[in-house]
């Protein structure tokens, strides 16, 4: 049994050399009915023991209850190293599914709303204290409340999955000096050729200043600084020298080391944060959405992130590197993070390995009740989750667009609804917070944003020639847009960049086509349209519906559904457990073909 599971370092954008992780075993305890603090849990043992970072729900925590869990309590003294003395002692989270408090000693330290987020709690200066940390996480079946993919009824079906409740990703210590930076805000300027670094702090003091330098593995590139006494956000603007700029790209990811150090009146380091940043702008012209200036076919593939034994956690680090490696060996460069907010170490890997994806929030769970009809009812919470996930994920080169919401949908009303609230809210809020990349209002359905940077549509239609009749009008500005039931309202087609952001889904289950039963029993086996009758099928198909997206000169990407099957959901290029079910290199081949958009000049 692995005592510390995922021990590498949660957050490869702002490393110190004082951490611990927490990950491992802790104490227990499922709490029914949310009577936990009424019943003194705060205060006694818990009666069970859990594998952190693993959910309640997955075998690997070694609990394994898929039942509804209302509520759940964790607790663990942890000792605080004697050498952090001088330090103030940060206990971060990187998910908690869905309302987590969090006690040290005794007393409320922090609490936050949202799976998806990561949040963070000052325990103060504790160096040699051991400190006994209190969670309870609650995770009700009942209201609106973020998702995604995770099933709201007892059994899975369909593309709902197993449950995640409680702590699913990495829990670490970090000691930090009293005077500190708070975060890195990495900001990368191809056509200055220049990278701008923003770095609040804890507080300012006279003298001090900003030190900002990069380097690659051919040594220092550049370096720069600034005052940081006058701002509570010092920025400080490197410039990188010609001869030693080299754009981040899928052919060439390459990244420079950064680090940042507040540096004292006299000289002396105060605080130290080691990051990096690849440099690369994202640009659009017309219908086409630019890397680097140049047309990059966008051949995503959607990735759910969920594993067998452990759910929404990676098993590994090494998980994480396999199934981007798993992807591009099938033709495609990037993904859709689909209805999942990924950790930071698979954002890392992607920017390592050169992997385009957009960053999605996972916002199912929303679905209307009461005057409003079946309009959808986001709540506020779901924007400042939204701007807490833009925040952490800012820093990463592989991210190429945000979407913070998928598949809603509008029914006409003769008033504003909350939905458009929230839809408008979510878009403006990616805008402010990251001008540099593309925002999409909505994936598929819904449009409601009049100016969304990118116009998309979900197409599950399984032959090929209907499916390019489908498509075809994009060349004269009438794109096939989603209707859902008379349910899917979206204001009309603006000449945006457009591509068919889920398609395919075919599905294909070798074990089931020997078993006929399977087909007809949604929660065994379930994909899109009718099932092939075998793998020639299923190539003949996956080429003709790609083909036709290549074809297409105004099309700049698409993303198959999907990676992996998922439980029930078998329209995967890859099986469950990661093994393929499909000659991968006949999928490569169907997919670089040469994209017509790609070799488009622009006019004039």
């Not at 890195?184 to 056509?191: E, G, K, Q």
């Not at 819904?446 to 969304?452: D, G, K, L």
């Not at 009718?530 to 790609?546: C, I, P, Y």
Request: contains cysteine; aromatic residues 10%; hydrophobic residues 40%.
């Amino acid at each position: 049994m692995i005592e510390v599971p995922r021990p590498e370092h949660p957050r490869p954008t702002a490393v110190r050399p004082l951490w611990r992780c927490l990950n491992g075993r802790w104490e227990f305890e499922i709490d029914q009915g949310d009577s936990g603090l009424e019943r003194g849990l705060l205060h006694r043992p818990l009666s069970g023991e859990i594998l952190v970072p693993f959910a309640p729900e997955s075998a690997a925590s070694g609990v394994g209850v898929t039942d509804f869990l209302e509520a759940v309590w964790y607790a663990r003294d942890v000792e605080i190293p004697a050498e952090w003395t001088g330090h103030r002692v940060l206990l971060h989270f990187g998910a908690v599914d869905h309302d987590a408090t969090v006690w040290a000693d005794g007393v409320e330290v922090t609490r936050h709303r949202g799976g998806f987020s990561s949040f963070t709690a000052d325990l103060g200066e504790r160096a040699g204290q051991t400190v006994r940390i209190v969670v309870r996480a609650r995770d009700s079946r009942h209201g609106v409340q973020a998702r995604g993919k995770q099933s709201t009824r007892y059994a899975n079906a369909d593309c709902h999955y197993t449950r995640t409740t409680g702590i699913w990703q990495t829990v670490w210590l970090e000691a930090v000096p009293p005077l500190h930076v708070r975060s890195l805000r990495i900001t990368p300027n191809l056509a200055a050729g220049s990278v701008t670094v923003a770095a609040p702090l804890s507080a300012n003091r006279p003298g001090h200043r900003l030190v900002v330098t990069l380097a690659d593995d051919a040594g220092p590139v550049a370096s720069a600084e600034s005052r940081a006494d006058l701002d509570l956000t010092p920025t400080v603007t490197v410039i990188v020298p010609p001869e030693r700029l080299r754009p981040w790209s899928p052919r060439d990811p390459h990244l420079y080391d950064v680090t940042v150090r507040l540096v004292g009146a006299a000289g002396e380091v105060i605080d130290e944060v080691r990051s990096y940043t690849g440099i690369r702008s994202v640009a659009i012209d017309g219908k086409r959405l630019l890397l680097n200036g140049e047309p990059v076919f966008q051949r995503l593939v959607l990735d759910q992130g969920w594993w067998p034994d452990t759910l929404m956690t990676a098993p590994s680090d090494e998980a994480l590197v396999r199934d981007i490696e798993l992807a591009q060996a099938a033709g495609f460069n990037g993904a859709r993070l689909h209805q999942k907010v990924f950790e930071e170490r698979f954002l890392y890997h992607a920017d390592r390995l050169g992997y385009l994806v957009w960053g999605e929030f996972g916002d199912w769970g929303a679905a209307g009740h009461g005057p409003a009809g079946d309009n959808q009812q986001p709540t506020a919470s779901y924007v400042t989750q939204w701007l807490e996930v833009l925040a952490r994920d800012h820093n990463h080169p592989a991210i190429v667009g945000w979407c913070p919401l998928n598949e809603t949908y509008q029914v006409l009303h003769d008033r504003i609804t909350v939905l458009d609230d929230v839809t408008r809210a979510m878009f403006l809020a990616a805008k402010l917070a990251d001008p540099t990349r593309p925002v999409i209002d909505a994936s598929g359905y819904s449009h409601r944003v009049a100016e969304t940077d990118v116009y998309d549509a979900h197409l599950y239609e399984q032959d090929p020639a209907r499916f390019a009749e489908l498509v075809e009008g994009l060349a004269e500005d009438a794109p096939f847009v989603n209707t859902h039931e008379d349910r899917s309202i979206s204001l009309p087609y603006a000449g945006q960049p457009y591509f068919i952001s889920e398609f395919g889904g075919i599905w294909w289950d070798p074990d089931a086509a020997r078993d006929p039963g399977a087909g007809a029993d949604r929660e065994r086996s379930w994909g899109y349209g009718d099932r092939v009758r075998d793998e020639e099928e299923w190539h003949e198909r996956f080429a003709g519906l790609t083909g036709v997206l290549l074809a297409d000169p105004d099309m700049f990407g698409y993303c198959y559904t999907q990676l992996t099957d998922v439980m029930q959901e078998r329209n995967g290029i890859y099986r469950f457990d990661r093994t393929p079910k499909l000659d991968v290199e006949r999928v490569r081949a169907a997919q670089l073909r040469p994209a017509a958009s790609e070799a488009r000049r622009p006019e004039g």
